[in-house]
């Protein structure tokens, strides 16, 4: 079984910058595709993207595309969210999670078998 642990989250301004981490631990990494999601108050989790096995293959959904990165180091079992240009509406509470479902399932949070206790972002204005 997969544990995960998110860190990284913080208070920043708008247009600031936040790298995320998610280390997991108990299982073999490399063998599940990881996703970010996010959950602002009231708001269902939102899928934010994915990355596959290595970091050859990425997927964002729309509103971030351009402004974070998601990659991977295997070596040390870790999962990275890096997030540029933040704007006020990125304000959630960010999990990682991890998955073995195929790329047409990524953005469903249904679809992943291990979460993180989530990490709070909040982007002032």
């Known amino acids: 079984q997969l544990q995960l642990v998110e860190s990284g989250g913080g208070l920043v301004q708008a247009g600031d910058s936040l790298r995320l981490s998610c280390a997991a631990s108990?299982?073999?990494?490399?063998?599940?595709?990881m996703g970010w999601f996010r959950q602002a108050p009231g708001k269902e989790r939102e899928f934010v993207g994915a990355?596959?096995?290595?970091?050859?293959?990425?997927y964002y959904t729309d509103s971030v595309k351009g402004r974070f990165s998601i990659s991977r180091d295997n070596r040390v079992n870790t999962l990275y969210l890096q997030m540029n240009s933040l704007q006020p509406e990125d304000t959630a509470v960010y999990f990682c999670?991890?998955?073995?479902?195929?790329?047409?399932?990524?953005?469903?949070?249904?679809?992943?078998?291990?979460w993180g206790q989530g990490t709070q972002v909040t982007v002032s204005s």
């Open positions: 990355i596959s096995w290595t970091n050859g293959n990425t």
């Open positions: 999670a991890a998955t073995r479902v195929v790329v047409s399932g990524l953005a469903q949070p249904e679809n992943y078998l291990y």
């Open positions: 108990g299982g073999t990494f490399s063998q599940y595709r």
